[in-house]
């Protein structure tokens, strides 16, 4: 089973910031929260990732809650090419097991 | 240029008949990985390799077999495939394990088994 839960879809408006969000309520003190997202027909490309603080890069920034039970993945002002499904997945930073569960992830609609 | 080859990228085979899918990256990375994505099943991890030599079980390894002779490859053998395999697989790749790499993944295999 997933760790992870997000919302199946959601929509939002061209040019408008997006706030993706994702539960992971059994995170361990070791989990990095990583987002991808997969654009349609191509396999899937990494977004961010982190571990307590809030965190930015050039394509979007990941806002952790203070328990790390949850986080969002903000996309500033989307555009169409956002259109696609994210997935947040927790890697596991202190087990050298490293199964990674996707889960199905959220497909994003960008309206123009 | 950095990158995650796969092929071949489409392949309709008949059950029973045995094929490998072959992944290459040309990064240096020790950890790879295959997965298989269904539609409503998501992503799914079939098998992982953290480095050569060393390969484990994902979430649906039942039909799979791999193998990690070198560190740029990583193939992924079907013995006898059967229609339940019929999917979209991915191929993926990262520096290492765990938890501050990013995944690279290729562009994916179309299989049909009929």
């Known amino acids: 089973d997933a760790k992870t839960t997000q919302p199946n879809s959601m929509e939002s408006n061209e040019e408008e910031p997006v706030h993706l969000p994702c539960n992971h309520s059994?995170?361990?003190?070791?989990?990095?929260i990583h987002w991808y997202r997969q654009l349609p027909s191509q396999g899937p490309e990494y977004v961010i990732h982190?571990?307590?603080s809030n965190v930015n890069n050039r394509m979007a920034s990941l806002a952790i809650a203070e328990d790390r039970k949850s986080s969002t993945l903000i996309l500033h002002r989307a555009t169409l090419r956002d259109a696609a499904v994210y997935y947040c997945?927790?890697?596991?930073?202190?087990?050298?097991?490293?199964?990674?569960?996707f889960g199905k992830g959220t497909r994003l609609h960008i309206l123009p | 240029e950095a990158q995650v080859t796969q092929n071949p990228r489409y392949l309709i085979t008949v059950t029973g008949k045995k094929l490998t899918v072959t992944c290459s990256q040309n990064m240096n990375h020790e950890y790879m990985s295959w997965y298989r994505q269904d539609p409503g099943l998501g992503l799914r991890q079939i098998y992982y390799?953290?480095?050569?030599?060393?390969?484990d079980k994902g979430d649906v390894p039942e039909g799979y077999k791999v193998s990690r002779k070198e560190k740029r490859n990583f193939p992924l053998i079907l013995e006898s495939p059967s229609p339940n395999q019929t999917s979209l697989y991915f191929c993926?790749?990262?520096?290492?394990?765990?938890?501050?790499?990013?995944?690279?993944f290729g562009p994916g295999t179309r299989l049909t088994v009929t």
């Open positions: 390799s953290m480095n050569v030599e060393v390969t």
């Open positions: 059994t995170i361990s003190g070791t989990d990095y």
């Open positions: 997945i927790l890697r596991d930073g202190g087990n050298r097991d490293d199964k990674i569960i």
């Open positions: 982190g571990l307590t």
């Open positions: 993926a790749s990262s520096l290492s394990t765990g938890f501050a790499y990013e995944q690279y």
